[in-house]
T-cell receptor, first 114, second 114 residues
Framework: NAGVMQNPRHLVRRRGQEARLRCSPMKGHSHVYWYRQLPEEGLKFMVYLQKENIIDESGMPKERFSAEFPKEGPSILRIQQVVRGDSAAYFC????????????FGPGTRLLVL | QKEVEQNSGPLSVPEGAIASLNCTYSDRGSQSFFWYRQYSGKSPELIMSIYSNGDKEDGRFTAQLNKASQYVSLLIRDSQPSDSATYLCAVNSFSGGGADGLTFGKGTHLIIQP
């Protein structure tokens, strides 16, 4: 049973470029969460999505960040016009419909902004 | 503002001894509590969940919850060098009408000394 999949695992961008991070939840899971972990900081919730719906985006920065989970395909976290402060590990987690609070994490995408 | 507090450590424990990790949380409405283990450079791995007051045991791990004191702990019996990692306490409050993301502490760095 494949776990949560994320790609790319490492991403290097220059300031001002766009970063696209992808997440495929575990089989049978319909809830996707994105978290960011800054160096020496804890994991911070960003957004919670179900298929074609953003349920809670209270942790998303107001500008440059967006997320989607289309009917087909992976969930995508998009960061426009990246800045050095966006350098972090971005983790996706998924949970089954019967136990929404039990979240399993993917391997993460390490974003480095030069 | 929901907060989860953990002693950052490092907590050093001899091999074979009991490691005790503690966590306090600020939101009295919190309903679900989790312990994750995170090795350096890796993603968080769910090791325990607890929802009601008291103890919950799973192998060498015991989670303890005291909602009146807003306190969660994790005991690791017969500690092994492979238990050396950062342990993250996470809380879910289910506020805001949907399933919020987890609120994480910054983690306790545990070192098991052979």
């Amino acid at each position: 049973n494949a776990g949560v999949m994320q790609n790319p695992r490492h991403l290097v961008r220059r300031r001002g470029q766009e970063a696209r991070l992808r997440c495929s939840p575990m089989k049978g899971h319909s809830h996707v969460y994105w978290y960011r972990q800054l160096p020496e900081e804890g994991l911070k919730f960003m957004v919670y999505l179900q298929k074609e719906n953003i349920i809670d985006e209270s942790g998303m920065p107001k500008e440059r960040f967006s997320a989607e989970f289309p009917k087909e395909g992976p969930s995508i976290l998009r960061i426009q016009q990246v800045v050095r402060g966006d350098s972090a590990a971005y983790f996706c987690a998924s949970s089954p419909p019967t136990s929404r609070e039990t979240q399993y994490f993917g391997p993460g995408t390490r974003l480095l902004v030069l | 503002q929901k907060e989860v507090e953990q002693n950052s450590g490092p907590l050093s424990v001899p091999e074979g001894a009991i490691a005790s990790l503690n966590c306090t949380y600020s939101d009295r409405g919190s309903q679900s509590f989790f312990w994750y283990r995170q090795y350096s450079g890796k993603s968080p791995e769910l090791i325990m969940s607890i929802y009601s007051n008291g103890d919950k045991e799973d192998g060498r791990f015991t989670a303890q919850l005291n909602k009146a004191s807003q306190y969660v702990s994790l005991l690791i019996r017969d500690s092994q060098p492979s238990d050396s990692a950062t342990y993250l306490c996470a809380v879910n409050s289910f506020s805001g009408g949907g399933a919020d993301g987890l609120t994480f502490g910054k983690g306790t760095h545990l070192i098991i000394q052979p």
